[in-house]
């Protein structure tokens, strides 16, 4: 079994990835052979490559609307390709992709491993993890400018923009789909940090609450706990330090993911009453805005969630990889604040 930690951060050649001209046309129907290369991918996915600047809304409603034909019959978002398929997509109208600017020079995460089929990175907080949604670059885009000579570089998975950690990228087909296989039979071991306003009970706590996506009116994605048509979620906490002093309780936790769904922590913690500190969605926002401030000692203008480990086995070779990623310094500096009022 092999560990890794973060390395120092190289400073790779940027250039922007050279675009290719869209298959898809704007005035009539197009018809596009799946190749060997984008086997395996998503029909959502697929489709917002190939229609790069079209909303991911209008992505959505073709395909739902039946107007995207695959082999000639309707087809579902979340469809695998094949090699070989035909699909059949409706005019659509390309927008220039060239408005935004290029990722800037360098900005590359710490590498933790990487080698021909797996490039694993360090994300920090605040960064997305791809662009779209108002974000017009992300650490995708980044690698890729820093890496033009790359032939493929893809996400096996996604982190929320301001939760750090462990990002796992393929950098062939077969580690994309192996991984992505991996991924949905839980086989991959994805442990996180959080630290949460409260005084934390048990020592290691099993939290089984299903969970349910919506929109709200402004169009941003939330996730509610709903005990009758929610998707089953798990999460296993263990308690790593408690922090009492007079500002408040504070609990360090350590998260283990047996199911992956959106927000899933964070909405389990919040539903709890042990929100996490900084979090702008389900959290506190008093406590956020004075850890912010730096009431408490230090200041932490983030969320308190960090991907730490992960344990699988190589997608390709089979060797067990155990990959680690201490926490960022902001977080260390706000845990060592916090144990030092509490010592006063």
């Known amino acids: 079994m ?40 998503r029909l959502d996915n697929f489709l917002l490559r190939l229609a790069r600047g079209v909303p991911k809304s209008h992505i959505y409603r073709v395909v739902r609307s039946g107007e995207v034909r695959v082999n000639k019959a309707r087809a579902t978002v979340d469809q695998r390709l094949a090699e070989g398929d035909e ?39 605040g960064l997305a993890a791809h662009g779209g949604s108002g974000v017009s670059h992300g650490l995708i885009e980044q690698v ?25 990228l393929a950098k062939s087909r077969k580690a994309l789909v192996a991984l992505h296989a991996m991924l949905r039979e839980g086989r991959v071991e994805k442990r996180y940090l959080a630290l949460v306003k409260g005084d934390w009970l048990n020592d290691r706590q099993h939290v089984k609450l299903p969970l349910t996506k919506y929109v709200t009116r402004e169009g941003e994605r939330r996730v509610v706990v709903d005990e009758e048509g929610g998707q089953a979620s798990h999460t296993v906490f263990n308690l790593q330090a408690r922090l009492r002093a007079e500002v408040g309780a504070f609990s360090l936790l350590e998260a283990e993911l047996k199911t992956g769904r959106t927000h899933q922590i964070r909405v389990h913690l919040a539903h709890l009453g042990y929100p996490i500190v900084g ?18 000692g230090a200041r932490l203008p983030r969320m308190f969630l960090h991907a730490t ?26 845990i060592k604040a916090l144990a030092h009022a509490a010592t006063v």
């Open 87 to 125: 699909l059949r997509v409706p005019p659509m109208r390309i927008t220039a992709v060239s408005a935004a600017p290029p990722p800037a020079r360098g900005e590359v995460p710490p590498v933790l491993f990487e080698d021909d089929h797996l490039l694993v990175v360090d994300k920090p907080a």
């Open 279 to 296: 979090d702008d969605k389900y959290g506190d926002f008093e406590i956020n805005k004075r850890a912010a401030r730096g009431e408490f």
């Open 2 to 41: 092999r560990r890794f930690r973060p390395a120092a951060a190289g400073r790779g050649d940027v250039m922007p990835r050279g675009g290719k001209a869209s298959p898809l046309a704007p005035d009539k129907v197009s018809y596009v052979t799946v190749t060997a290369d984008a086997a395996g991918q």
């Open 144 to 168: 890729r400018a820093a890496r033009s000579h790359q032939p493929f570089l893809e996400l096996a998975h996604r982190l929320d923009r301001e939760t750090s950690g462990i990002l796992l």
């Open 309 to 334: 480990r992960t344990r699988l086995a190589h997608p390709v070779t089979g060797e067990t990889l155990d990959l680690q990623a201490p926490l960022p310094r902001d977080c260390n500096d706000f």
